[in-house]
Every structure is written in structure tokens, then in C-alpha cells.
């Protein structure tokens, strides 16, 4: 989850699986959309679908992804190093709420390995 008004590197790069250009903000979101491209259960997903949360409209989630069995995920990447920090707990409990007041349960983060 990131606020769209931050600034920062933008990787892109045409995946099979994501109907527009996927923009990523950082390398985990980078790779993770990659993975997402090559995994078999995974028929559609979206990145950085603007949500209005409880911290207000200028939010984006990481993930939206469409399984073939039609069920939905959600995923927010999260580096380690920031886990700790009340902004970033702050933004992923305001993605899940937001996402379980939608109807969907299947919510996650994405963490990098550690270093």
C-alpha cells in the first residue's frame, strides 16, 4: 500500500497477466508481480488499484488479484525493515479493513527475505 503522492523509482514492464502496464514502486512489488505472472492458479491481476481507506482516497493497494477459480487476493508489500514502523501497520490494517468491507477475506503482505 503506498499513498500516490509519494515519490519514487517506477520499474514497468508488460506482464501476460496484468491488462495494463504494470508499474512497480519498488523491487518487491517488481518481483512479486513477476511471480504472480508465472503462476498457474493466477488468471488476472491488477497493481496499485486506488482504495478509499480510513486514512482517505490518495491510497493505492499493491495487488488485486483474480484467481481462476474466481476468487479474489489481495496482497500488500511490505519490506521487513519497515514492519515495525506505526504508519506501516497504520496503512495495512486500513488496506484489510477496507478489503474485508468489500467482502474479501483473503488478505496478505508480501515481505522480502531476510538479508
Not at 512489488?29 to 490518495?58: A, M, P, R
Amino acid at each position: 500500500m503506498r499513498n500516490i503522492n509519494t515519490r519514487t523509482k517506477t520499474l514497468k514492464k508488460k506482464l501476460n497477466k496484468c491488462k495494463t502496464i504494470f508499474y512497480a514502486y519498488n523491487e518487491l512489488q517488481f518481483k512479486y508481480g513477476n511471480l504472480l505472472d508465472e503462476k498457474d492458479n493466477v488468471s488476472e491481476f491488477k497493481c496499485n488499484v486506488k482504495i478509499n481507506c480510513s486514512l482517505g482516497d490518495n491510497y493505492t493497494t499493491d495487488f488485486y488479484i483474480i484467481n481462476k477459480d474466481g476468487s479474489i487476493t489481495i496482497r500488500e508489500c511490505v519490506y521487513r525493515n519497515k514492519l515495525n514502523k506505526p504508519l506501516t501497520a497504520k496503512m495495512l490494517d486500513s488496506s484489510r479493513n477496507y478489503w474485508l468491507s468489500k467482502g474479501i477475506k483473503n488478505w496478505g503482505i508480501v515481505i522480502n527475505e531476510e538479508e
